[in-house]
């Protein structure tokens, strides 16, 4: 693939992560197949998230199991296969790994499924609850004395679609090199068990077990407005402005200035600020907080996103006037070249997808060039991303994880700190700390900063001199790629803003990835993982019915976390694609918000506004989390068919049933305590044997304990150690095993201090070399 050629990507999918995947190529410009059955996709049956999923593609009344020429004839043009079979559904539509490898030999296929195409739990058809809860993310999320909690809406879906794109995009680029296509393998549960990585971390050096930490507790904590909540969000030095911003003279008590006293009177003062905001309105706390520098939140819902100035401005919500019952209300938290009109609508069912297969069918690439055995993948030596240079001056998460992703890949990365001010994540500190922790070589640096940074050079800059600025702009000359996710303003002063990068570079990928966008009247604002987790909407449909927004916590920082998976497929898709010298704009606070696409299409057309409902989903039931007879012991039902209803009430003496249609639903919580009281009888992996045994999808909620005990995410590479614990790699390359990273590199001296042709050599040396694994 050449230049910015269209690609033409074919998708077989049930479920919320295939649809997500395919509408991420769809949105970008990309020619995509939705193949449907002649009764639709299932997804249609919600309105709202099938068109949120699906604007911008084809329909194609075709299925696997009704005819392989007709599918066959489609895969032999197509660049791209997404897909979400169970290994037995693969096997018997012709769509294992190896057949598709054989019969099309061209062709990158990603497959999006709950558990892998391996293990005990692969041909269990799952959802975002099931993954988190079987990653062990849920038991991060909600209060520590209450039931674990899947995130709002299907997050570990989106993250995987996410995930399942930048894959593809990595495929492409080593099929334009190898000549061969290549087969991802995404697991929604890996994906939520790498959110997860800061709890193994903890856990690994010998901490307490980590857990969920809540929203109502803490040194940062959801309070309750006049009209809402507000995330009262603030850093030890930041105390000075939250005590103005409360004006309460009680708050300048003698001793509340130290940080460790105050974490110990946390009881003293902290209703003293829940008393002052909650007479004053959420969104006048947000912008008097953002005005002292102070990173609040509000708990922003579907209404109040959709009215948004700073999204409006930006283009991100469309205007009421713009909007089409089968159009979404929000766009992609990105603009680049070749995106695709916010307006495309969903298709109707057939709806010229026939035309467009027809025409691919007769464009075919020919008969497979392999023999007549089906071959074994490959794994190169050379990752697909290999010779690309990234400069990276991302902090903490979400700009190094994104550098990260693209190191483990190949990319050479060149992490520029600072002497004066390095990475935060350097000295971060660990749960339950009151400075950073030191890893197992002694060094005083946080352990928390490996994970981010393995597998980078590092370089010092003093960006503040003539001298630094000189040294990083020869590096923007040389490089591919610029990483950076700081406050809109700071890369001017810095002297490495796009104008000047564009400038000194006219083919530089650059990638911004700030709390809300370059633009609009927030854009100056800052924020932190939990701010984001509120102003996107996500903590508003996260927590227990009737109670305050839950974020997914300081431990766990959601929105960081996903925003790097976003980050790294966009730069890989602009350097597939051939869109040299783009400036990537992404929102933070946007990504998470595309998320919800279909509930803001609910309220937008129904006036509905949702709310914490706990684990319960529309389409589903029961849905939760239930106690086991371990202390805090958890598992996760989804009952997703009539099918899995039956087979619950026929392992469950006494659950009386009736036959009624709406039975389930008008009595959840009648059968919520009554499953619960089954469960709590039963240690935790007996009752999730029997109830998968009698056929009902339910899995245990993990924990950071048993990642580290199961082999499956050494197997996997969720988790390395070499030899001290280390984030792995969240998805897998049939044709590409990436080595054990290289350890992050120390804080070494800045290099405007050697003399020109040091310099020379040393940038030179980092440029041309590839590590040595």
Sequence with gaps: MSGQQKLQVVEFTDSVAGAACGRLFAALGHDVILCEPPTGNPLRAREHTFVALNAGKHSAVVRPSEGRDSWEALLSTADVLVVDLTPAAAASAGLTPDRLRYRFPHLVTVSLTAFGLSGEYSETVGD??????????ATMVGEPDQRPLGL???QSAHSAAFLGFYGAMLALRGRDRAGHGEFVEVALSDVAAYMDWKSDVTFDLGGALPIRGGSSRGGWRVVQAKDGWVGVIFLAHQWPALVELIGDPRLAAPGLDDAA???ERMEEW?????????????????TSAQRLGLPFGYAADAADLLTCEQLLTRGFVLPPDRRRRDVPVVGLPVTVPGMRSADAPAPALGEDGGALAARLRTASR??????????EAGHGSLGPLDGLVVL???TIT???????????????????????????FRAWVMPGGGSAASGGSGSSTSPMFASNNAGKHGLCLDLKTERGREIAHRLIRRADVLVENFRVGVTTRMG????????????????????????????????????????SGLAAVTGYPGQRPMWSGGDVNYPDQVVSLVGAALVAHSVVTGQRGVHLDVSQREVVAWTLADQLAEHAWTGRVAGPDGNRRPGSTPHDTYPTAEPDGWLAISCTTDAHRRALAGLIAGLRVDERERWWWDNQDPVDMFIADWTAARPRDEAVAELRSAGVPAVPVSTAVDRAREQRYQERRTALRDPEWLKGFPMILHGFTPPVPTPAPLLGENAQNREDGEIEEFLEGILSQRFTR
């Design 392 to 394: 990276d001056f991302g």
């Design 366 to 375: 020919g008969e497979p060039t392999s023999s007549g055995t089906e071959q």
């Design 152 to 154: 709002g809406g299907e």
């Design 270 to 286: 902290w209703p003293l600020v829940a008393e002052a905001v909650a007479v004053r309105e959420a969104g006048e706390v947000y």
């Design 398 to 424: 979400a700009g190094a994880a994104t550098s990260r992703l693209l190191a483990d890949y190949g990319a050479t990365v060149v992490k520029i700190e600072s002497q004066g001010r390095p990475d935060p």
């Design 496 to 535: 490495i803003d796009y104008a000047t990068a564009h400038r000194l570079n006219p083919d530089l990928v650059y990638l911004s990835l700030s709390s809300q966008g370059a633009t609009g009247p927030e854009s100056s604002y800052s924020s932190y993982g939990s701010t984001l987790d509120l102003l």
């Design 261 to 263: 006293e105050r974490a």
């Design 128 to 137: 975002s609850l099931l993954a988190e809860s079987y990653g062990g993310l």
